[in-house]
């Protein structure tokens, strides 16, 4: 026999899990945390604890169909309300119109060139040509009420308030003189809360939110709630109507994706909607208070000892007050004023708290939500400027991916069938469609901050080889072709008028490279290069 000495650390055996062995491929892995760890091994994060701090905190994460099912139908309800009574919001969804869109649309510029490689100059302007006549709300919208441009506003209102947009492409004769037109739907008609599993016997299809997809994730159809005009006190309910099935190459529909496998958006400013609903109703009460205050009114009240007695009728007092009055109050009777003071000082700093935090949440600058400018500086406002512009266009390329090139891809198609793009009045051959297909989109810029330095720092960027002229124009908001055309023309116009080149060259801001310019000799200010 062979001896074991044992040791007090090991008096306690602890006994371990059984691990049965089954017929698997894949390999079992006993897990267990070390005992000298504890439970805090398990939730080595501040914020992954469990305590009386954060008993109110969240903790099981949702899948995007839950929080999309729960939360769309509350959030835009709100969103809609805020949009009508908050001037805030009102104001964001105007920025976001304005500063996405802009006052002219995201510009076509046809970019198909010919067998030499070159631009196919005719080709061009008769495909931009055609996609400006289309874009009238003549033949844009199936209603004839919306032009192509306003079309682009109210998607981006929509995504923007209800935090999607739903556009039906029409084809055919009811789509007027173009063959092609555009219906704008409301996104609420697609119920939220309209899901299946399985759909028929449609190979596997299911329908989440209303949204039919097949087994893959592409939408195949989507089921909007029909209504009749005197029913819609019940819009936007399902339970006991019909849908109309719609194909999913019918509609364009857009949103922002936040969660991996989100099939239909929330609003933008979901973060935002509490800080403004409570900071409105914070204003609203400080309103009525303040309103209290102007008034200032009073009590009465009657001296120790004097008054009436408890068994004769109670005196009616009121004073009536007017500037520069003075009233004598019967005997025994004394005013007690009322004379609050608020709102304070610490309205405005609480209201600016409030706003930070919601333009932080809309992604905008603070001094541009609240209209706002007071103690800022060129730098500060500067660098806000320039931090909100790019969220701009990143949103302005999210409008392009999510509905314009979809929009005219399908525009071009039947515009090309129908022979409706034509130069020197033959229209363009539509089996050379890949061709004319090549396009690029100028949406809406913004002026230079500081106009003298910013030319200068794109001059030196050109003359680097960091940037080229055309990306310059483009910055700009501008077609760089057709800059070159109008110059052109311009040149044209003045050396047909008489003017010589070197006075050209001076209008066009040009330096004259030692040469003296024509008149008289004297004149020192024909002689000086134009800076």
């Not at 697609?190 to 599993?197: A, F, G, Q, V």
């Not at 004598?328 to 409030?354: C, H, Q, R, W």
């Not at 051959?429 to 910013?454: F, G, M, T």
Request: hydrophobic residues 40%; aromatic residues 8%.
């Amino acid at each position: 026999m062979f001896g074991f000495k044992k040791n007090k650390r090991d008096a306690v055996v602890k006994s371990e899990p059984v691990v049965r062995e089954v017929a698997s491929n894949v390999p079992q892995v006993k897990r267990r945390t070390p005992a000298k760890y504890g439970r805090i091994a398990a939730r080595n994060f501040d914020a992954a604890q469990s305590d009386r701090l954060t008993a109110d905190w969240k903790t099981a994460p949702l899948t995007a169909d839950d929080v999309v099912r729960r939360n769309l139908r509350p959030l835009v309800g709100r969103s809609r309300e805020q949009a009508s009574n908050n001037d805030y919001m009102k104001g964001f969804l105007r920025q976001c119109a304005t500063n996405i869109v802009g006052p002219r649309g995201v510009q076509l510029q046809a970019q198909s060139r010919d067998e030499g490689g070159g631009l196919d100059k005719l080709a061009n302007d008769a495909i931009e040509a055609a996609w400006r006549a289309w874009g009238s709300k003549k033949h844009a919208d199936v209603r004839g009420r919306m032009s192509w441009r306003r079309i682009q506003k109210q998607a981006v209102i929509s995504a923007a308030r209800d935090g999607e947009f739903m556009v039906r492409m029409i084809e055919g004769s009811a789509a007027g003189e173009w063959g092609f037109a555009l219906q704008v739907l409301d996104p609420m008609r697609l119920p939220i809360d309209y899901d299946r599993d399985s759909y028929g016997q449609r190979g596997g299809n299911f329908i989440r939110h209303g949204i039919e997809f097949n087994r893959w994730g592409r939408p195949v159809a989507y089921h909007f709630t029909t209504t009749k005009p005197e029913d819609d006190a019940d819009a936007y309910t399902y339970s006991g109507r019909g849908f109309v099935r719609i194909p999913a190459d019918q509609i364009v529909h857009g949103f922002v994706d936040d969660l991996t496998g989100q099939k239909r958006g929330l609003p933008w400013a979901a973060t935002a909607l509490w800080r403004l609903n409570m900071l409105g109703g914070f204003e609203r009460a400080a309103l009525v208070n303040a309103r209290a205050s102007a008034s200032k009114g009073g009590w009465f009240q009657w001296r120790e000892g004097e008054g009436p007695d408890d068994d004769e009728d109670e005196v009616d007092l009121e004073l009536q007050t007017e500037p520069g009055m003075w009233q004598e109050l019967p005997a025994g009777v004394e005013a007690i004023p009322n004379d609050p003071t608020y709102p304070n000082g610490e309205f405005a700093a609480f209201s600016k708290g409030m706003l930070r935090g919601a333009a932080t949440g809309l992604g905008v600058a603070y001094n541009n939500l609240a209209n706002d400018l007071e103690n800022v500086n060129f730098s500060s406002i500067r660098q806000g400027t320039l931090d909100e512009r790019e969220h701009w266009k990143e949103l302005q390329e999210w409008l392009i991916e999510d509905l314009i090139e979809i929009v005219f891809d399908r525009w071009l198609v039947n515009a090309l069938l129908r022979g409706k793009i034509t130069v020197k009045g033959r229209p363009l051959k539509a089996e050379r469609i890949d061709k004319y297909r090549a396009v690029s989109w100028v949406p809406r810029r913004w002026d230079w901050i500081d106009p003298n330095a910013d030319v200068k720092a794109a001059v030196t960027a050109k003359n680097n080889f960091l940037t080229s002229p055309s990306q310059i124009i483009r910055d700009r908001g501008h077609d760089p072709d057709t800059v070159w055309r109008e110059v052109g023309r311009d040149i044209q116009a003045m050396r047909e008028a008489g003017i010589d080149d070197k006075y050209i060259e001076i209008a066009l801001g040009m330096k004259l490279a030692g040469q003296d310019a024509p008149g008289d000799e004297g004149d020192e200010a024909a002689k000086a290069p134009v800076e």
